[in-house]
């Protein structure tokens, strides 16, 4: 199934360009690390064209925006529409992603918090 994304430019209002990388979800909810890990769970935010993400059965888009060295807005949210049998992780994840988040670098790590104070701790694909 294709997916749809409308998506908006990547403001690079921030000085910190670190965020430009595959992240890899390792730390949600009462998810374990081997879940995630099953799951390939991961966002991508080298595209300057839009953010994706990928929860372990559909392809979701969105546009995104860097607004401030500690805030990331993210906008048009679109997702393929598979059947999976268990797609708690997505449901959670889809849930959590909300228009505008707190997010923050530290080392190889991004942390995403959203206005609930639940946090989504990423690291960074190519960091061994």
Same mark, same amino acid.
């Given at each position: 199934?294709? #997916?749809?994304? +409308?998506?908006?430019?990547?403001?690079?209002?921030?000085?910190?360009?670190?965020?430009?990388?595959?992240?890899?979800?390792?730390?949600?909810?009462?998810?374990?690390?081997?879940?995630?890990?099953?799951?390939?769970?991961? #966002?991508?935010?080298?595209?300057?064209?839009?953010?994706?993400?990928?929860? %372990?059965?559909?392809?979701?888009?969105? %546009?995104?925006?860097?607004?401030?060295?500690?805030? +990331?807005?993210?906008?048009? %949210?679109?997702?393929?529409?598979?059947?999976?049998?268990?797609?708690?992780?997505?449901?959670?994840? #889809?849930?959590? +992603?909300?228009?505008?988040?707190?997010?923050?670098?530290? %080392?190889?790590?991004? +942390?995403?918090?959203?206005?609930?104070?639940?946090?989504?701790?990423?690291?960074?694909?190519?960091?061994?």
């Amino acid at each position: 199934m294709a #997916l749809l994304l +409308i998506s908006s430019k990547c403001s690079e209002k921030s000085s910190n360009v670190d965020y430009k990388r595959v992240w890899m979800l390792v730390e949600f909810k009462n998810y374990t690390k081997d879940n995630l890990t099953k799951n390939k769970a991961k #966002l991508d935010l080298t595209n300057p064209e839009g953010a994706s993400a990928y929860m %372990g059965c559909n392809n979701i888009g969105y %546009g995104f925006t860097v607004t401030s060295d500690d805030e +990331i807005t993210f906008s048009n %949210g679109m997702a393929t529409e598979m059947y999976c049998e268990n797609n708690t992780l997505e449901k959670d994840f #889809l849930r959590a +992603i909300e228009r505008k988040m707190k997010y923050k670098i530290d %080392g190889h790590f991004l +942390i995403l918090t959203n206005s609930k104070n639940e946090v989504l701790k990423f690291v960074a694909q190519d960091w061994d």
